[in-house]
């Protein structure tokens, strides 16, 4: 497939591109720093409404998995703005420019969030759960919402709701590495809240399950089958690190030290199970949470 990836310098896509890449498929990036001469990259300018339709011809399919990080800095009025319309008015963009033109894609992979849910407790949440009402809900509904009018004009159109992805290079794991390997790691708040996670291997494997598997559409909850407590989280890296685990931080602690962030991201608890990627037949490679963090981190049992 010849493919278009937006996003391509983040977590996600700087190891999509190249795994796509490996799988067979030609890959060109679509970018917002103007390309170099002699490179194949497509330039757009997202937050300005420019993307010129005729260099989005031809493609099999557009993967968009770009927005502004969420945990770059306490959240205000404005950085709210700029998080919600980096995700909506993008998505909106690309949606608007492929069904203008004269071969559209097959389909268009758009990133969303877990966050769509709110905060749930113990809840099991699958695809077809009504949605939550904060602030992440909201923005994760219009999100998914910018993507239809091209599901209007027949493209198959897929949004991952991506929770916690693991990985050592980039993320959560990645700023929760430090702390736990000196000891002084632990859980949040109460620790009840459950994570669910999916290490980035099967990030990749889902997305590529998803490309080529012509059944699924809409929402798809991208979460390995098993969640956790962040408290059993917390137990888990311990043991793979060989590390105690014995300073927690309380929630008003992690509210004095992140403001409304911590409620949204850390506090908040989704159970969410993958039923449409483990109804279309994909196998994850890491459905258990401590083999998952050995084979990341290098930590054999």
């Given at each position: 497939m010849?493919?278009?990836?937006?996003?391509?310098?983040?977590?996600?896509?700087?190891?999509?591109?190249?795994?796509?890449?490996?799988?067979?498929?030609q890959v060109v990036r679509l970018v917002r720093i103007p390309p170099g001469r002699g490179t194949s990259a497509i330039h757009?300018?997202?937050?300005?409404?420019?993307?010129d339709p005729a260099s989005l011809e031809g493609f099999d399919a557009l993967i968009h998995?770009?927005?502004?990080?969420?945990?770059?800095?306490?959240?205000?009025?404005?950085?709210?703005?700029?998080?919600?319309?980096?995700?909506?008015?993008?998505?909106?963009?690309?949606?608007?420019?492929?069904?203008?033109?004269s071969r559209p894609p097959q389909v268009f992979l758009?990133?969303?969030?877990?966050?769509?849910?709110?905060?749930?407790?113990?809840?099991?949440?699958?695809e077809d759960s009504p949605p939550g009402h904060d602030y992440l809900a909201e923005v994760c509904r219009a999100w998914e919402t910018a993507a239809d009018t091209a599901a209007r004009q027949g493209v198959r159109v897929v949004q991952h709701r991506f929770g916690v992805i693991l990985s050592p290079r980039g993320g959560a794991l990645r700023k929760m590495l430090p702390p736990f390997r000196m000891g002084v790691g632990g859980r949040l708040g109460d620790g009840r809240q459950y994570m669910s996670w999916i290490a980035l291997d099967d990030v990749l494997g889902a997305i590529e399950h998803?490309?080529?598997?012509?059944?699924?559409?809409?929402?798809?909850?991208?979460?390995?089958?098993r969640c956790e407590t962040n408290a059993e989280f917390t137990r888990a890296l311990g043991r793979v690190l060989g590390r105690p685990t014995l300073f927690p931080m309380p929630a008003f602690a992690a509210r004095l030290a992140f403001g409304e962030v911590a409620d949204a991201l850390l506090l908040s608890s989704q159970r969410v199970e993958p039923a449409r990627l483990l109804a279309s037949g994909y196998r994850f490679r890491h459905p258990d949470l401590e083999p998952a963090l050995r084979s990341l981190l290098g930590r054999p049992a």
């Amino acid at each position: 497939m010849r493919i278009l990836v937006s996003g391509a310098s983040g977590l996600v896509g700087s190891a999509l591109v190249p795994s796509l890449g490996t799988g067979g498929h030609q890959v060109v990036r679509l970018v917002r720093i103007p390309p170099g001469r002699g490179t194949s990259a497509i330039h757009w300018e997202p937050s300005r409404g420019q993307l010129d339709p005729a260099s989005l011809e031809g493609f099999d399919a557009l993967i968009h998995l770009g927005g502004e990080g969420l945990v770059q800095g306490r959240w205000n009025a404005a950085r709210k703005a700029a998080i919600r319309e980096s995700r909506v008015g993008s998505t909106r963009l690309l949606a608007e420019t492929i069904t203008r033109l004269s071969r559209p894609p097959q389909v268009f992979l758009c990133a969303s969030a877990i966050g769509i849910y709110g905060d749930r407790k113990d809840e099991v949440l699958r695809e077809d759960s009504p949605p939550g009402h904060d602030y992440l809900a909201e923005v994760c509904r219009a999100w998914e919402t910018a993507a239809d009018t091209a599901a209007r004009q027949g493209v198959r159109v897929v949004q991952h709701r991506f929770g916690v992805i693991l990985s050592p290079r980039g993320g959560a794991l990645r700023k929760m590495l430090p702390p736990f390997r000196m000891g002084v790691g632990g859980r949040l708040g109460d620790g009840r809240q459950y994570m669910s996670w999916i290490a980035l291997d099967d990030v990749l494997g889902a997305i590529e399950h998803t490309l080529l598997n012509g059944t699924l559409k809409g929402p798809v909850n991208t979460v390995a089958p098993r969640c956790e407590t962040n408290a059993e989280f917390t137990r888990a890296l311990g043991r793979v690190l060989g590390r105690p685990t014995l300073f927690p931080m309380p929630a008003f602690a992690a509210r004095l030290a992140f403001g409304e962030v911590a409620d949204a991201l850390l506090l908040s608890s989704q159970r969410v199970e993958p039923a449409r990627l483990l109804a279309s037949g994909y196998r994850f490679r890491h459905p258990d949470l401590e083999p998952a963090l050995r084979s990341l981190l290098g930590r054999p049992a």
